[in-house]
T-cell receptor, first 115, second 112 residues
């Protein structure tokens, strides 16, 4: 297993278009997280899943954002009717349930530019 | 409101010196605190975790302290090297929560 994989790495789109990002977590990890990061800021929590259940969503996640994790494996994050303010790095992370470590394993991110 | 604040200024140090980074938090009762390293255009990479009942943790040239009274963690890189140049993020989690909340990070540049 080579770690958390995210696709595409870069996406340029016009305002108003829909975009979808995919995340493949480490195979034995049942928790999956989405974060958003803008320049000069730390990652901001968006949502997370335990297996296929979406357990929490941030207030940052407007109605235009939707995330799924069918069958508790890969996850997708869709942004509808993109706005310029959506331009950011979208980071996916995964972890086990072991609170003894609590470590998140991040992917390399998907950078979105909305023109 | 809850806040996590890291050194606002970037840190520039000479190779071989110790870099000390600060993470302060307010309105938080973290069960543990983590430090991550992030290189430009890459995802964060986990470095160290310290629990609320621990005062200090070490890993190779890294040392983390955690003072829950002061609501502060210090992160030290000893015998710094140019390869240590990166942004360092602190992150907190509550006892009933799996998600992490991150600070904005501190950028460290180590000059040869």
């Amino acid at each position: 297993d080579t770690g958390v994989s995210q696709n595409p790495r870069h996406k340029i789109t016009k305002r108003g278009q829909n975009v979808t990002f995919r995340c493949d977590p480490i195979s034995e990890h049942n928790r999956l997280y989405w974060y958003r990061q803008t320049l000069g800021q730390g990652p901001e929590f968006l949502t997370y899943f335990q297996n296929e259940a979406q357990l929490e969503k941030s207030r940052l996640l407007s109605d235009r954002f939707s995330a799924e994790r069918p069958k508790g494996s890969f996850s997708t994050l869709e942004i509808q009717r993109t706005e310029q303010g959506d331009s950011a790095m979208y980071l996916c992370a995964s972890s086990t349930d072991d609170r003894a470590t609590g470590e998140l394993f991040f992917g390399e991110g998907s950078r979105l530019t909305v023109l | 409101s809850q806040k996590i604040e890291q050194n606002s200024e970037a840190l520039n140090i000479q190779e071989g010196k110790t870099a000390t980074l600060t993470c302060n938090y307010t309105n938080y009762s973290p069960a543990y605190l983590q430090w991550y390293r992030q290189d430009p255009g890459r995802g964060p990479v986990f470095l160290l975790l310290i629990r609320e009942n621990e005062k200090e943790k070490r890993k190779e040239r890294l040392k983390v302290t955690f003072d829950t009274t002061l609501k502060q963690s210090l992160f030290h890189i000893t015998a710094s090297q140019p390869a240590d140049s990166a942004t360092y993020l602190c992150a907190l989690a509550r006892s009933n929560d799996y998600k992490l909340s991150f600070g904005a990070g501190t950028t460290v540049t180590v000059r040869a």
